[in-house]
């Protein structure tokens, strides 16, 4: 039997998001890119919900293509408004385009994104044995001094 998470239990997908793809080490800028793509759709917003939109931003998005993503026009913009097969909020849109911009000079800088994000880890994962999801804190010391890093970029 699996060991999982309450959470993950309401739906197929959730469990299979749980089982093949929560907390598994990424190392391919283009799904690290996805992923900073549905995580920032997420906010304020289920998980559920997010993934129940992934195929429409594998749509819109290029398949997470960030260097095509990165030159989308606010004409793009208005088109990607009328998309309901993703969330239709204007900031969200406009940050992932931003995001690709941003992605692609630290890749420029670090060689990609992968080692620009690892090496806040000593490209070591960190792994936690939390007994409660109350126990897992909203941050880190290590989460903040990466945000801090990217809000800085």
Known sequence: MVNRCKWSESSELMIKYHDEEWGVPLHDDRKI?????????????????????????????????????????????ERLM???????????????????????DIQKEFGSFDKYVWSFVSDTPIVNKFEKLSNLPATTEISDKLSKDLKKR
């Open 33 to 77: 890119f996805e992923s900073l793509v549905l995580e920032s759709a997420q906010a304020g917003l289920s998980w559920s919900t997010i993934l129940n939109r992934r195929e429409g931003y594998r749509k819109a998005f290029f398949d997470f293509d960030f260097e095509k993503v990165a030159l989308l026009s606010e004409k793009d913009v």
């Open 82 to 104: 009328q998309d309901s097969g993703i969330i239709r909020n204007r900031l969200k849109i406009k940050s992932t385009i931003t995001n690709a911009q941003y992605f692609i």
